[in-house]
């Protein structure tokens, strides 16, 4: 079946733009992730979507960031007057569940900001 | 705060060789973890997991041992193939579902 998309797949900003990004689980896949990945380092854990809980952002770097998910489907992640720093390749995973459940990877959103 | 670190950030193997991997954890209270493969321009991809009432598990050509008294996780790969050239990364989901990951090991094949 399909995996986890994501879109843009690249995105140019100029600084203090705002930007969205979106993520389409697995279908059935009740949990979403969102990470940052600067370059040539590890993943940041950002936020955490589990069916209709309270999201869980305490990864979320400042209030600049933010994210929605409706229902248990897409999700988007808004970063607002983006700075310089903010560029990385942001990834989306989806789980089963929650706990162990497997994360399944989309293949990023790499965001420049100029 | 928790962390969790890789010995090596480059490793080296001739095709054909095995590859170890290595892997510190510092949160004991960790009780799962899991080893993906990262290629260029793409997401991580899962190889293999272990959760802490194992000390080794096997997979396709991927074996991950776990040895919970000094805290370390190694990733073996058998028979190294070009194919396996990419980022590793372990990870460990302690509490809340947080995956932490550690910074990375870049595994380069020589042909």
């Known amino acids: 079946g399909a995996g986890v998309s994501q879109s843009p797949s690249n995105k140019v900003t100029e600084k203090g733009k705002d930007v969205e990004l979106r993520c389409d689980p697995i279908s059935g896949h009740t949990a979403l992730y969102w990470y940052r990945q600067r370059l040539g380092q590890g993943l940041e854990f950002l936020i955490y979507?589990?069916?209709?809980?309270?999201?869980?952002k305490s990864g979320l770097p400042s209030d600049r960031f933010s994210a929605e998910r409706t229902g248990e489907s897409v999700s988007t992640l808004t970063i607002q007057r983006t700075q310089q720093e903010d560029s990385a390749v942001y990834l989306c995973?989806?789980?089963?569940?929650?706990?162990?459940?497997?994360?399944?990877f989309g293949p990023g959103t790499r965001l420049t900001v100029l | 705060g928790e962390s969790v670190g890789l010995h090596l950030p480059t490793l080296s193997v001739q095709e054909g060789d095995n590859s170890i991997i290595n892997c510190a954890y510092s949160n004991s209270a960790s009780d799962y973890f899991i080893w993906y493969k990262q290629e260029s321009g793409k997401g991580p991809q899962f190889i293999i997991d272990?959760?802490?009432?194992?000390d080794k598990r096997q997979g396709q050509r991927v074996t991950v041992l776990l040895n919970k008294t000094v805290k370390h996780l190694s990733l073996q790969i058998a028979a190294t193939q070009p194919g396996d050239s990419a980022v590793y990364f372990c990870?460990?989901?302690?509490?809340?579902?947080?995956?932490?990951f550690g910074a990375g090991t870049i595994l380069r094949v020589k042909s």
């Open positions: 979507f589990q069916g209709n809980s309270a999201p869980d």
């Open positions: 990870a460990e989901n302690s509490n809340g579902n947080k995956l932490v």
């Open positions: 995973a989806s789980s089963l569940a929650w706990q162990t459940d497997t994360q399944y």
């Open positions: 272990i959760r802490s009432n194992m």
